[in-house]
C-alpha cells in the first residue's frame, strides 16, 4: 500500500514562511510528476504547482516567485517551500503524486491526507 504523507502545515503571520514536505511510502513506488494542490471550505481543489521527474517546475500565478517546489528523488520526497505568505494562502494542502509499482502502465495518482495552513494578518 503506498501512501503519502505530509507535514508541515501550521500558522504563520502574513509574511512569514513554512515548509512543506511530502513523503511517498514504499521503496518499490516510482513517481514520476509530484505537484501540490490547495482547498479552501466550499471551493474546488486548486493547482499550486508541479516538479516533474527531470525537475521541471511549474507554479500557478497566484504563488509565483513566492512558493518553490523541490524533490529528493531518492527519498520519494517533494517539498514546498512557501514564503512572503499572505491570508489568500491559507488553505488545506494536498500532495500529488503520478506513480506506480512495478510496470509504469500501473501508472495513477496518488493523493495526501492533507496538512493545514493558515496565515494570519
Known amino acids: 500500500q503506498v501512501q503519502l504523507v505530509e507535514s508541515g502545515g501550521g500558522l504563520v503571520q502574513a509574511g512569514g514562511s513554512l515548509r512543506l514536505s511530502c513523503a511517498a511510502s514504499?521503496?518499490?513506488?516510482?513517481?514520476?510528476?509530484m505537484g501540490w494542490y490547495r482547498q479552501t471550505p466550499g471551493n474546488p481543489r486548486e493547482w499550486v504547482a508541479t516538479i516533474t521527474s527531470g525537475g521541471n517546475t511549474n507554479y500557478a500565478e497566484a504563488v509565483k516567485g513566492r512558493f518553490t517546489i523541490s524533490r529528493d528523488g531518492n527519498k520519494n520526497t517533494v517539498y514546498l517551500q512557501m514564503n512572503n505568505l499572505k491570508s489568500d494562502d491559507t488553505a488545506a494542502y494536498y500532495c500529488?503524486?503520478?506513480?506506480?509499482?512495478?510496470?509504469?502502465?500501473?501508472?495513477?495518482?496518488?493523493w495526501g491526507q492533507g496538512t493545514q495552513v493558515t496565515v494570519s494578518s
Open positions: 500529488n503524486a503520478a506513480g506506480y509499482l512495478g510496470l509504469i502502465s500501473n501508472i495513477r495518482p496518488y
Open positions: 514504499g521503496s518499490l513506488f516510482r513517481m514520476t510528476s
